[in-house]
């Protein structure tokens, strides 16, 4: 298939797009970097064997998009494309619509002008919100406690609406992800924050490379085994690999809209991460518990079984796995490391 990525230099957009080639699809790219850096091109160029053809613009660039989409032609669309700080999303709330609501109405409009008929939307669990009991699963009730998460949602509506218009041809699959973390095994990419981490996991890497003092454990009296929160940790790869699956599924034709949690279906505490983090770097990690962070809930962990069927997947990276080839990566970044 002929498949556009937004996005696609992206953490999650990196590694779905070798996946994608590794598959045999045919990708172009479109990407503004505003998250992301220019040489991840040339890393997935490297790890795919194959050239990339990109096109740097913002989605919200309607004419040139629809440029891009008319030259391409694309069968099915795979829209990351979006800003993703659950913390600036309330610093600046309007920007964050405009984004995440704005470039994807732009988007879902060029794919209509150009007749492409297959949307694949990375969302996210924060449409939860507090949980009413864990695993998570589709059906629960969604009510996300932030500006980020209110995005991600009304983009969920948005593509629903254009799926069910009148004369619609469009197929969507939107898949929510518990809590993305890992690296390409090659160490060649992996995540990229800007500044201090929010997420817990480059935190971590961060501190067991020495960049850190160390690890704020963010609240110890949760509901959960040892008191600290609960999630459900999801190696990129496997990750990517779903999106290959979604975008198989829609080319069936089956169904018309999937709406799919990708997790692994089991959680881990903040220590058991430290833990595990320390085992695979081989030295302890330093970590002080404090108080709750604002707005954090205690557990959060995926019920997958509709991905699992529906797609033919399952995640199959271990915690060992997500925190080794996490670790490789942070050895690896360039001047990340002493
Ligand atoms: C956060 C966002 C969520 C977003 C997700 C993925 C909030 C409230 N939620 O989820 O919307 O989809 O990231 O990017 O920001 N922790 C520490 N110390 C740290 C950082 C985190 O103890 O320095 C703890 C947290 O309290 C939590 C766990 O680690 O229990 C995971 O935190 P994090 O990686 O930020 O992800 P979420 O809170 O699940």
Known sequence: MKVLVTGGAGFVGSHTVVELIAAGHDVRVVENFCNSERWIVERIERITGQTLVLDELDIRDRAALLAVARDYAPDAVIHFAALKSVSESTEMPASYYDVNVGGTATLLDVMQQVGCKHIVFSSSATVYGQPESCPVAETAAVGPGNPYGRTKLIG???????????????????????????????????????????????????????????????????????????????????????????????????????????????????????????????????????????????????????????????????????????????????????
């Open 156 to 338: 969920e509506w948005l593509i629903r609406d254009c799926v069910a218009a009148p004369g619609s041809t469009l197929s969507a699959a939107i898949l929510r992800y518990f809590n993305p973390v890992g690296a390409h095994p090659s160490g060649l990419m992996g995540e990229l924050p800007r500044g201090v981490p929010n997420n817990l996991a480059p935190y971590i890497t961060q501190t067991a490379a020495g960049q850190r003092d160390y690890i704020r454990v963010f609240g110890d009296d949760y509901a959960t085994p040892d008191g600290t929160g609960v999630r459900d940790y999801i190696h990129v790869v496997d990750l990517a690999k779903a999106h290959v699956a979604a975008l198989n599924a829609l080319s069936v034709g089956t169904d018309r809209e999937l709406t799919l949690n990708l997790g692994t279906g089991r959680g881990y505490s903040v220590l058991e991460l430290i833990e595990t983090f320390s085992a695979v770097v081989g030295h302890p990690i330093p970590y002080q518990r404090q108080g709750r962070r604002a707005g954090d809930i205690g557990e959060c962990w995926a019920d997958p079984a509709l991905a699992n069927r529906v797609l033919g997947w399952r995640a199959e990276k271990s915690l060992q796995d997500i925190c080794a080839d996490a670790w490789r990566w942070q050895q690896a970044i360039p001047g990340a490391v002493d």
